[in-house]
């Protein structure tokens, strides 16, 4: 939650005058994204944001001051001022906007006019008469004066008061309802208005699809033993036997992943915290040993409900419901595509058993329960969807160490699931280690493992199945280490190879209806996560397909 004695920037009274929302995002969760609008703006703003040399003083020679910078703890507001002219002893604040001239009556929204007023509002508390400023629209290259008359200042000030009563209260307010504004907003993919709007309605609604820049950064894997990585200047470099084998621009780098003995420099290390990306460290095997993270980003109100719902053990049952359900349902629906219904209809019959039963536990250790007998016929089928002869027997699920090559390649899939969960979460502010239907455990991300869940069958499972039955995993992939089964380096390269290809796999979402990639539905599960535990949303909808 933001200080209620801090002062509002400028820029975020005009973004509350916007949508409230949009304000609570950026303002108090500390979310940003950016886009053309708002990459374009700072090319507009590159001149008028170097400040001038000088003070603001009563000197008729001075003429104009740029990027000026005031703050009034009465008016409880601090915010830089593009521009302000001097003219007949009247400062005149000018502030730029990218885009042209609106055709309304005032022509300039009201957003800008209330935060232009609140900067002649600074100004004449900072001693200058100040009666009106302007718009530049850069695009229109055209002035529009603003007036500050009694209404817009009035106007102005009950922004501020009511953006700070918001901020008081502890919760994200609701989205705007089909709102033109949503589509060319930068933090549509953030705030899933539409989708929010939907599981609130009790009715069916449509869901505009969701139009988010497209995903430039992907996360890096070294895989080679000895291996280390380092930094030369925006290049992440990857060499073995001191020979530079790879480079990767930081700016495509989302995390990086090093499995065994890779060396990490401080220097690419420090580079990526700054960048926001993590380092995540796994044994030879894949299992998640540890992680570097940046520091936390946003405000802690995402940790605060994830520790209220843990407390409740009502809506922590109701959120490991939604999750085990999804999870049953999307089992079922691998085994129909792999077996056919006539193939396994004992099997498909038992797991919509389990799905109805999921509602009806009263108790964790029921739903437990409900899921431990799911798994055991979700993984009786498991051999059957094999069809690679005898190299690879599948009995039954194993792991730590997993004994077989069909497990070794599951558990290595889950772990590199896991690890993106745990991507996804620290990027809506949430906890990975305080799991809600996972017990917590020293050491464990049990609210990633929470998450993955629902995509263990539609991501994990069904690349293992792919790459074991087309041949991309063969039997040199893999190598016996006394009583388990691990996969070799090029192996691990393989599976990767099919993971990151599933995850690119653009799928029509069931419940939303528009197209996007599993990883971006990761990223909207975690973000729904987030919104129920904040009480946005009042259920969480699982992930399924049909």
Known sequence: MADEAAQIPLRMVNEFVYCPRLFWLEYVDREFADSYDTVDGRRVHRNVDRPSVGAMEDDEELR????????SERLGVVGTLDLVERAAGE??????????????PERAYDPERVQLCLQGLLLREAGFRCERGYLYFAASRTRVEVPFHDDLITAALRAVAEARVLTATGRIPPPLEDSPKCPRCSLVGI????????????????VRPLVVPAEVAGPVYVVDPGASVGKSEDVLQIKKDRAVVDEVRLIDCSHLSVFGNVQVSTQAARALLERGSAVFYFSFGGWLNGMTIPPAGHSLDARIAQHRCWADPERSLALARSIVEGKVRNQRTLVRRSLGKDGASRELGQLAFFVNQCSRVRSADELLGVEGMAARTYFACFARMLRVGSDFVFADRNRRPPRDPVNATLSFLYALLVRDCVAALLAVGLDPGLGLFHTLRLGRPSLALDLAEEFRPLVADSVALSALNTGELEKEHFVQRGAGVALTDDGRRAVIKAYERRMSTTIVHDLFGYSASYRRVLAIQARLLARYLEADIPSYPAFTTR
């Open 91 to 104: 400062a005149i604040p000018v502030d730029y906007k990218r885009g042209r001239v609106p055709n309304v």
């Open 64 to 71: 104009d001051l740029r990027s000026v910078t005031l703050s």
């Open 191 to 206: 705030c899933l208005p539409d989708e929010t709007n939907a599981l609130r309605a009790t009715e069916p609604r449509q």
